[in-house]
């Protein structure tokens, strides 16, 4: 099997529908080298052992005219990344065994990137979140205070000098 990432006609095997990204039975048997009725056939065997939910979401049952038949509508499946992972796991052989070792090696290079700290990174950002807003709302509270004593500051002074003006004690001069 070629590597999925090096297939020459790459976007002609995995297509955007709509906002999904899709590939079709005719690929899958064209890239691991299957009978395109056995794919179908592997396709309707998996819709009948599955969960209709899964299958309604993954699997899309399509017609297109065949001018090597005479007009004659040749089915065909569209397919969503898992639909397709769903199917390709029941291959065997060594294409296939390929294509499962690479999602195996997938996964754990996944793995380990979030074991290299993905998660230490996460509590790192919520505790710079929580940081921020702490210091936010201290900040905010420092900006109402400084407001209000903008406010209270000429009324307070007027009235400590009215206060410093009667207990100042008068000396009679003569």
């Keep these: 099997m070629k590597d999925l990432a090096q ?5 002609k095997f995995v297509q955007i ?10 690929d899958v048997s064209r890239i ?7 794919v179908l056939r592997s396709i309707q065997s998996l819709i009948k052992n599955s969960p209709e939910c899964f299958t ?7 017609f297109k005219n065949n001018d090597l038949q005479n007009g004659k509508p040749q089915p065909y499946v ?10 390709v796991m029941g291959f065997t052989g060594k294409k296939a065994n390929k294509f499962k070792i690479a999602y195996i090696e997938a996964f754990n290079y996944m793995q380990k990137e979030l074991s290299k700290g993905g998660t230490n990174l996460l509590e790192q950002y919520y505790q710079t979140l929580s940081e921020h807003k702490a210091e936010k709302q201290f900040a905010s509270l420092c900006g109402k205070g400084l407001k209000e004593w903008k406010d209270k500051k000429p009324v ?10 009667k207990i100042q004690v008068e000396l009679p001069l003569i």
């Design 32 to 38: 691991f080298s299957k009978r395109h009725s056995d």
């Design 7 to 11: 297939i020459e006609d790459f976007k």
């Design 156 to 165: 307070i002074e007027a009235t400590l000098k009215l206060f410093e003006d």
């Design 78 to 87: 569209e397919m969503t990344k898992d639909g397709f992972v769903l199917l």
């Design 56 to 62: 309604e979401r993954n699997f899309a049952f399509c």
């Design 17 to 26: 529908r709509g906002n999904k990204a899709i590939t079709t039975s005719e």
